[in-house]
């Protein structure tokens, strides 16, 4: 015992100096060179960019709605997707732990009861030397632990490490993903009743209009066919309404879900598209700080970082293998002998093993690990242009609404006016009824298309926030997180994330 822990430790702690890691260091990839400025909108637009400008956590606030608010808080605390992504998350760190456990000396118990029957051979002497019948009892520490000469446990414990900032990734993803959708599905929901109570309010002109057409039948003014050209065109847009009452049906059930809440327990706030008001300014990260914002560019990233330690793992795994073992344990016959100096009994040893033939495995599976740290790679550019090209949408989606919703406003301005000039020809006798209500259909279709154009500026002003990162890094508090409300374990008990 005395000779053997000395040379045990002398060969642990030349194992240890003479470790070495194999595979890359991994390094963050270079920021890129281009981006998406040609797609802002330019100078003196009708709203201002802001370069450089921080994301708030909070960017729905800015449409200053009460209801829009009161729902994303709804669907924060509610909705089983982040809760599922925030446990995932939970589940990548237990998983880091187990494995970072093992690059540490794995110390352990052993204990034994077993009743015999021997002869000679045990000893290798003839079988009627010994024969005899007996109890024995062990009991005792055992230790194990794996020299990591080539540094495979270590890039195992990186690779996990990845793994886990992935997972953090995803459950961030959801979270902006989330509030996005809660975002959109209201102004959808708030377009949809918009243009509900704008084609009943064209239903009512038509139905008027169908009315008076049949009086001036009656008085032989106009023909049969003005009658039900006139019929047509009403209940053409009045067909039109069921469609809309279930798409905004649709909308409310979907916010339901976001919320998790099923429809019938669900409480739909007063949405109204008036309420909302469009942001003035917007900001715009630049380019190397959005892939250090978007969750998915990150988890590309943590992606392209796990591959690269994997190849460590597989290159470590066609090298030799050394691990320290020793078993300290009191054996006796009997009870009362166990904890007596003549019943102690130990080992030690050091284990080396190497792989001599393979058949080729282990060198597939390090070129293997090679490849995916490419592939991954690829994944991590094509995570940055995506990102890139989804800005830029963004950015000219709101040029393109701008024009779009100044010509929609002139078109309105236009009926409006046509209108306003019925009337008064009207009132001087040189209009009748029907050219009245014609002059006022014309209006109400030009307001449901500016519904449409109002909406639309809404949504991509939410897909520019969406686009950028969603703020969460600048969250009060980490948006990854379970909260204790939703973090309950088996015993009924709540915990926070470590």
């Known amino acids: 015992m005395k000779r053997t822990l000395p040379l045990a430790c002398g060969l642990l702690a030349g194992a240890t100096l003479g470790a070495c890691t194999l595979g890359p260091d991994f390094a963050h990839p270079d ?66 732990r187990a494995v970072a456990g093992t690059a540490l000396p794995q110390i352990g118990a052993s204990g034994d009861i077993t009743r015999a029957h021997i002869n000679g051979s045990y000893l290798y002497a003839p079988v009627q030397a010994i024969d005899t019948t007996a109890n024995q009892f062990s009991i005792g520490p055992t230790l194990a632990y794996k020299l990591d000469v080539f540094g495979g446990v270590r890039r195992s414990v990186e690779a996990q490490q990845a ?67 006139a019929q047509t065109e009403m209940e053409n847009i009045r067909a039109t309404l069921p469609a809309l009452e279930q798409q905004r049906d649709t909308y409310r059930n979907a916010l339901a879900q976001l919320c998790g809440r099923t429809p019938d327990e669900f ?24 892939v250090r914002q978007r969750p998915d560019v990150l988890a590309s990233e943590d992606n392209l970082h796990q591959a690269s330690a994997e190849i460590g793992v597989a290159q470590a795994a066609r090298l030799p293998s050394l691990s320290i073992s020793g078993q300290y344990a009191q054996q006796a016959t009997k009870l009362n002998q166990l904890f007596t100096q003549p019943g102690g009994i130990w080992s030690a040893g050091l284990d080396v093993s190497a792989p001599l033939f393979s058949g080729g495995t282990l060198a597939a599976r390090a070129d293997e690990a090679k490849e995916r ?40 301005g236009a009926a409006r006016a046509s209108r306003d000039l019925a009337l008064e020809q009207y009132r001087a006798g040189k209009y009748n009824e029907l050219q009245v209500l014609t002059v006022e259909q014309q209006y109400e279709n030009a307001a449901l298309s500016q519904v449409q154009a109002d909406v639309q500026r809404f949504t991509d002003t939410a897909a520019l926030f ?33």
């Not at 509610?78 to 446990?87: F, T």
């Not at 094509?382 to 090209?389: E, N, P, Q, R, T």
């Open 31 to 96: 920021p890129p060179s281009g981006g998406y400025s040609q797609a802002a909108p330019p100078a003196g637009s009708a709203r201002t960019i802001a370069y450089g400008a921080e994301v708030a956590d909070d960017w729905y606030r800015l449409f200053h709605s009460d209801a829009l608010n009161e729902l994303v808080r709804q669907a924060l605390t509610g909705s089983p997707d982040l809760e599922a992504a925030r446990h995932g998350l939970l589940a990548a760190q237990q998983e880091l």
């Open 163 to 229: 793994a886990a900032a992935a997972a953090r990734d995803q459950a961030l993803n959801t979270y902006i993903t989330l509030v996005d959708q809660v975002v959109v599905t209201a102004f959808d929901y708030a377009a949809s009743r918009a243009q509900i109570e704008t084609t009943r309010a064209l239903v009512d002109e038509l139905q008027s209009q169908y009315e008076l057409t049949q009086k001036l039948e009656n008085a032989g003014k106009i023909t049969r066919s003005d009658t039900l050209q």
């Open 267 to 290: 409480a739909m706030p007063e949405l109204r598209l008036a309420d909302f008001t469009l942001p003035a300014q917007l900001p715009l990260s630049l380019p190397s700080a959005l």
């Open 373 to 412: 740290y490419q592939q991954a790679q690829a994944s991590y550019r094509g995570a940055v242009i995506a990102a890139f090209v989804e800005v830029a949408d963004a950015l000219q989606a709101l040029q393109h609404d701008a024009d779009g919703y100044a010509a929609h406003a002139r078109a309105l």
């Open 466 to 498: 969406r686009a950028l990162g969603g703020g969460w890094w600048n969250a009060p508090q980490d948006a990854a997180a379970l909260p204790v409300a939703a973090a309950g374990t088996t015993d009924g008990t709540s915990r926070r994330l470590p």
